[in-house]
Nanobody, 123 residues
């Protein structure tokens, strides 16, 4: 029903920036909420940011607030995550996800997921 494909990951030096994209295809609805999650080796899947597809309301994890920006381009069905001031602790596989419900920071409440894109920050 909904397909998500992330891109833009790679290797970046500490203090640098990176922009992730998530192409959304299939049947989407205005009530959808889109989110970014990440998972580092040995760590639980962690909430990063979320945005309501129609309203544009955003929410960020404390660990990335002020450094990351989530946005969307509705006409192109694309979700973005602008990451600035990156540090090695940001190294993880980043996933985009979608849910029919409202804002959620819990990964298990998102039924649709992309394949993930690796972000590696070197010191």
């Amino acid at each position: 029903q909904v397909q998500l494909v992330e891109s833009g990951g790679g290797l970046v030096q500490a203090g640098g920036s990176l922009r992730l994209s998530c192409a959304v295809s299939g049947r989407t609805f205005s009530s959808y909420t889109m989110g970014w999650f990440r998972q580092a080796p040995g760590k639980k899947r962690e909430f990063v940011a979320a945005i309501s597809w129609s309203g544009g309301n955003t929410y960020y994890a404390d660990s990335v607030k002020g450094r990351f920006t989530i946005s969307r381009h509705n006409a192109e069905n694309t979700l973005y995550l602008e990451m600035n001031s990156l540090n090695p602790e940001d190294t993880a596989v980043y996933y985009c996800a979608a849910t029919f419900g409202g804002r959620s920071t819990n990964y298990y409440e998102y039924p649709y997921w992309g394949q993930g894109t690796q972000v590696t920050v070197s010191s």
